[in-house]
């Protein structure tokens, strides 16, 4: 019955475009993304604590079940955030009713895409639900459009299709090197099948396969250097697609990454590991020289994603148990509180109507709960205790220098020290000082503020505290990658 947790986004999509009243549509679209959070759990309880779901084309594990959490979490966010702000966008006249519509109907379409992605059991449909994500994506990207909103969108499509091709290839050498391997009759993309075998298949294609996959997937994750789509999408999209394209499309791609990287390791133990952390340290330092030198508010956002992307690659590629513990906690609160930063920065950027952070001054007198909230969410990306992403580099670091890693994990310890003081000295510049001429006191919206509160709280209360029945899921996922949590 994995159906229904696809049915609902469909569903929802369809309704919201043919909704005729503003009021409607945002009913429809927030009672549909909490729907689908609902539904959503008991098969993500099954898989974590009972075991994978196996329903011919669907396949259900603890990892994937993961991902759909994180997916339907965001999503039901940022159906909630948007109902203000597309309210603002259409009061200042930059959207009518129509385009309400369309960015719902869209912004369903993409949740199921993105549901798809990690819900298929064949590695050939996954492929297939990754596209279909930057096509629904695209146009997201290009809401506005405007010159540099559809430009942006087809740099965009042509760098993610470009890659999406590469990642093709990849799958087409890991059939190759599943011949001879597989029982009479089986599917030879299935990864449940393909994982059972994996000891099995050509090492030599298998090598070629991983890096076509880590180059093609991870341009859609955002890794350096083929990340050159991200910051133009991310700056140009309106800010809650934003905050779904960097907290959970970019985790779609890692997420078929991760897939193959658990093959791989099977017939070529350290192959794939020694790659992730490659791109990994890659991106966290061409990362940093543009968070160090940005001055536009969502690229500079956008920049922060490709690093964590990067650390996120590092800890599974260091692995044993502090390295995949440290990425899965990195992965779950980088999607929390790019979230949380990019919904303050939307705030900001239609009160002060401009994304140059020189021109944005005094947030802490004209939006003081906004500024609480900015400072708070800088202070958790940036990795500052007792933040849920402190406690990720923390064990990411403390695995590196476990595996012998020294080159890796010193690199990384300088690395996110000066994104730390970068970040720290960008967002209490905008905090402080005299507002611009002409902007007035108060906060932009009361209710988009309660989605943002939400998330500062959780990412506050995994710094301090895991659940025993977190930590149990996590210890599921820690099995699939041979380690104990």
């Known amino acids: 019955m994995v159906e229904l947790l696809l049915l609902v986004p469909l569903v929802t999509a369809l309704l919201c475009g043919m909704s005729r009243s503003e009021r409607s549509i945002f009913t ?3 009672a549909g993304s909490l729907i689908t959070a609902l539904v959503a759990i008991p098969y993500c309880h099954a898989a974590f604590f009972q075991g994978p779901l196996d329903c011919g084309l669907w396949y259900l594990d603890p990892l994937s079940a993961l991902f759909v959490c994180i997916i339907v979490a965001v999503t039901a966010l ?3 955030y948007s109902v203000e702000y597309l309210k603002h966008d259409r009061q200042e006249g930059e959207v009518n009713i129509r385009d309400l ?16 992605v990690v819900v298929v059991d064949s590695l050939g449909l996954m492929w297939i639900a990754i596209e279909a994500t930057t096509l629904v994506s695209a146009f997201l990207v290009g809401f506005y459009k405007k010159s540099e909103a559809m430009e942006a969108s087809w740099k965009y499509l042509i760098i993610c299709s470009v890659g999406i091709t590469l990642a093709l290839l990849g799958i087409i050498l890991l059939y190759a090197s599943s011949s001879g391997a597989l029982p009479e009759g089986a599917d030879s993309l299935d990864w449940s099948v393909l994982r059972s075998v994996a000891e099995r298949l050509d090492p030599a294609l298998l090598k070629v396969s991983f890096i076509l996959m880590l180059v093609g997937l991870g341009t859609k994750a955002g890794l350096a250097p083929m990340h050159t789509w991200l910051p133009d999408a991310h700056s140009q999209a309106p800010t809650p697609i934003s905050a779904l394209l960097s907290a959970v499309l970019l985790n779609c791609a890692m997420y078929g990454i991760l897939r193959v990287h658990l093959l791989v390791e099977a017939a070529v133990p350290g192959f794939s590991s020694s790659l992730l952390v490659a791109f990994g340290i890659f991106s966290l330092l061409i990362a940093t020289a543009f968070i160090l030198t940005s001055r536009d508010l969502k690229r500079f956002l956008a920049f922060s994603s490709v690093e964590h992307m990067g650390i996120i690659a590092l800890g599974f590629g260091i692995g044993g148990p502090l390295g995949i513990f440290g990425a899965l906690m990195h992965l779950i609160a980088h999607s929390l509180t790019k979230t949380l930063m990019f919904f303050s920065a939307g705030n ?3 009160k002060y109507g401009t994304r140059e952070m020189r021109e944005i001054k005094g947030l802490g007198r004209t939006m003081p709960v906004t500024a609480g909230l900015l400072i708070a969410g800088m202070a958790a990306i940036a990795g500052t205790p007792p933040f849920a992403i402190f ?11 476990a595996s012998g890693a020294y080159v890796p994990a010193g690199l990384f310890l300088l690395l996110i020290v000066a994104v730390f003081a970068g970040m720290t000295y960008r967002v209490l510049g905008m905090c402080s000082g005299e507002p611009q001429e002409g902007v007035s006191e108060g906060e932009i919206g ?8 939400v998330l500062a709280m959780t990412v506050l209360v995994l710094g301090i505290y895991q659940p025993g029945p977190f930590m149990d899921a996590i210890s599921a996922i820690g099995r699939l990658f041979g380690v104990s949590i």
């Not at 519509?101 to 798809?116: K, Q």
């Not at 923390?394 to 695995?399: C, H, K, N």
């Open 28 to 30: 429809l679209s927030v």
């Open 78 to 80: 940022v159906s909630v």
């Open 101 to 116: 519509r369309y960015y719902h109907f869209l912004l369903h379409l993409f949740a199921l895409s993105m549901l798809l």
């Open 348 to 350: 900001v950027i239609q």
């Open 391 to 401: 406690i990720g580099e923390f064990f990411i670091l403390s695995g590196a220098l």
């Open 446 to 453: 009361r209710w988009r503020l309660l989605p943002m509160a």
